[in-house]
């Protein structure tokens, strides 16, 4: 029964750079005057069913973490394989309307598990594919930053926009020097998520 809900908070802060300390070349940050100091918000998305016995296209069963091994490869590719790297589907019937994804720091491993072996190199890139070779990039993790997403309803949109009847979303590992979207240089990422429906 669809009565469950997720409560959710996000914050940020623009920071200017002042100069170098007299220790040597640390920097030293305080809140941008240019801008109008910290922002945020918090919520909650209702009317979900948070199922026991979840598992890979969820995030979680009974009671842990069920991490998505996020393969290393460009978003180009990702994107013209669409299947291969699917997270969840945004669909009339049965689609996501609160999504939680996180770069774990970690490389992936089999059923659900995370490596021991650290990523800390590499992006975990998050993207909407519409169709083949048809996808907006939604943003590049670094190690241990995540987003949320509260979309609250089940896709009915027809045209180009993130809750399309059938959008898919995908996670790869791609470059995290470059920050460009293409292959990452070490390997998978253990990509930690929640994905819910009503």
Request: hydrophobic share 40%; with cysteine; aromatic share 6%.
């Given at each position: ?5 997720i409560?959710?908070a ?41 199922i026991s ?26 994107a013209?394989t ?9 669909d ?45 990039t ?12 509260p ?9 180009s ?5 059938g ?32």
């Amino acid at each position: 029964m669809a009565d469950d809900k997720i409560q959710f908070a996000v914050s940020m802060t623009p920071c200017e750079m002042v100069g170098a300390s007299g220790e040597g070349s640390a920097q030293n940050f305080i809140s941008a005057s240019e801008a109008y100091g910290a922002g945020g918000g918090s919520g909650e998305v209702t009317g979900i069913d948070i199922i026991s016995g979840a598992g890979a296209g969820d995030g979680y069963a009974d009671g842990a973490k069920y991490y998505h091994n996020a393969l290393q490869v460009a978003e180009d590719t990702a994107a013209a394989t669409i299947a291969t790297y699917d997270l969840g589907e945004m669909d009339a019937t049965n689609g996501i309307e609160f999504l939680y994804i996180k770069h774990s720091g970690f490389e992936g491993a089999a059923s659900g598990a995370k490596s021991t072996t650290a990523n800390t190199a590499d992006l975990l890139s998050v993207i909407a594919a519409f169709t083949t070779n048809q996808y907006v990039t939604i943003a590049r993790l670094k190690a241990g930053e995540a987003i949320v997403l509260p979309i609250r309803s089940k896709a009915t949109v027809s045209s180009s926009s993130i809750v399309v009847d059938g959008t898919k979303i995908l996670v790869c590992s791609t470059d995290g020097t470059a920050l460009d979207g293409t292959i990452g240089t070490q390997g998978t990422i253990a990509a930690e998520f929640l994905a819910v429906g009503a």
